[in-house]
């Protein structure tokens, strides 16, 4: 699982990235109106997917294949504007796209939350193998049998991984060890229900939303904290005001980017 310092590193990446981008495109503009003669292609809307692609994999270092698929749909269409005027793009072009997403599905990169399962279920199939032979292998400190105060384990339904490109989704996580996520929304929008989830001390979420939404809806009785950074976006806390009380030790962190999109917070 990521440290905390790993975190801070990843959400201040998406800043800079962002920033990055943002500073391109300007400069790009301005060579074309001082009289720089930047191709038309240049300027093709496909190359906005292409942008968001690159933000989101390097972000999630192309964990999952949102960004990919971006990728690849965006530099068809760029490369139908620069080269129709020279060649019949359409006739090569669409087939390579259709052979492009065939081997991304067969290629698709698994999430780390995937490969940590897979490996931990052969790991535990492997002990428990042993452990029918050799009586003497259980260990009383992860043996729930023989400590009843065994630390919950961790499956990949602790962890949220919503992905939603051109599309959109509805979640109720019902986990009482949920360690947090990822929410993505790219051209689409994500709801998130955390009301029937549980967890001990802080958790983070990050949340990515590029001309998306997200909604997420915590219980009343979870402190949250939101670190989202907004360009020409908007982070919208709507929860009713509650008195603290104390005892409170649940702190949910939002942190993440709303580019063109937005994120709301709600406990209804």
Same mark, same amino acid.
């Given at each position: 699982?990521?440290?905390?310092?790993?975190?801070?590193?990843?959400?201040?990446?998406?800043?800079?990235?962002?920033?990055?981008?943002?500073?391109?495109?300007?400069?790009?503009?301005?060579?074309?109106?001082?009289?720089?003669?930047?191709?038309?292609?240049?300027?093709?809307?496909?190359?906005?997917?292409?942008?968001?692609?690159?933000?989101?994999?390097?972000?999630?270092?192309?964990?999952?294949?949102?960004?990919? *698929?971006?990728?690849?749909?965006?530099?068809?269409?760029?490369?139908?504007?620069?080269?129709?005027?020279?060649?019949?793009?359409?006739?090569?072009?669409?087939?390579?796209?259709?052979?492009?997403?065939?081997?991304?599905?067969?290629?698709?990169?698994?999430?780390?939350?995937?490969?940590?399962?897979?490996?931990?279920?052969?790991?535990?199939?492997?002990?428990?193998?042993?452990?029918?032979?050799?009586?003497?292998?259980?260990?009383?400190?992860?043996?729930?049998?023989?400590?009843?105060?065994?630390?919950?384990?961790?499956?990949?339904?602790?962890?949220?991984?919503?992905?939603?490109?051109?599309?959109?989704?509805?979640?109720?996580?019902?986990?009482?060890?949920?360690?947090?996520?990822?929410?993505?929304?790219?051209?689409?929008?994500?709801?998130?229900?955390?009301?029937?989830?549980?967890?001990?001390?802080?958790?983070?979420?990050?949340?990515?939303?590029?001309?998306?939404?997200?909604?997420?809806?915590?219980?009343?009785?979870?402190?949250?904290?939101?670190?989202?950074?907004?360009?020409?976006?908007?982070?919208?806390?709507?929860?009713?005001?509650?008195?603290?009380?104390?005892?409170?030790?649940?702190?949910?962190? *939002?942190?993440?980017?709303?580019?063109?999109?937005?994120?709301?917070?709600?406990?209804?």
């Amino acid at each position: 699982m990521e440290t905390q310092d790993n975190k801070e590193m990843v959400n201040r990446s998406g800043k800079v990235w962002a920033g990055l981008i943002i500073v391109a495109v300007g400069a790009l503009i301005l060579l074309d109106n001082v009289g720089f003669n930047i191709p038309s292609w240049i300027f093709h809307w496909s190359n906005i997917l292409i942008v968001i692609g690159l933000f989101i994999g390097i972000k999630h270092n192309f964990r999952n294949g949102s960004g990919i *698929i971006l990728i690849i749909v965006g530099a068809f269409f760029t490369l139908k504007e620069a080269l129709d005027n020279f060649y019949d793009f359409d006739r090569v072009g669409w087939p390579l796209l259709i052979i492009a997403l065939g081997l991304f599905l067969i290629f698709k990169p698994k999430s780390d939350c995937s490969r940590k399962s897979k490996w931990k279920r052969k790991g535990d199939k492997w002990k428990a193998r042993f452990a029918e032979n050799d009586p003497f292998m259980a260990n009383p400190e992860t043996d729930p049998n023989l400590n009843p105060n065994t630390e919950k384990k961790t499956s990949n339904l602790d962890y949220l991984d919503s992905v939603n490109v051109f599309g959109g989704s509805n979640q109720i996580v019902y986990s009482k060890n949920f360690k947090g996520g990822e929410i993505t929304a790219v051209f689409g929008g994500c709801d998130v229900n955390l009301t029937q989830a549980d967890f001990e001390g802080q958790v983070v979420i990050d949340v990515t939303a590029i001309f998306g939404g997200a909604k997420i809806v915590v219980p009343q009785g979870w402190l949250v904290k939101s670190e989202v950074t907004a360009i020409f976006g908007g982070l919208e806390d709507k929860r009713g005001i509650m008195p603290v009380s104390e005892g409170q030790n649940k702190l949910l962190v *939002i942190k993440g980017i709303a580019l063109f999109g937005g994120v709301d917070i709600r406990n209804f």
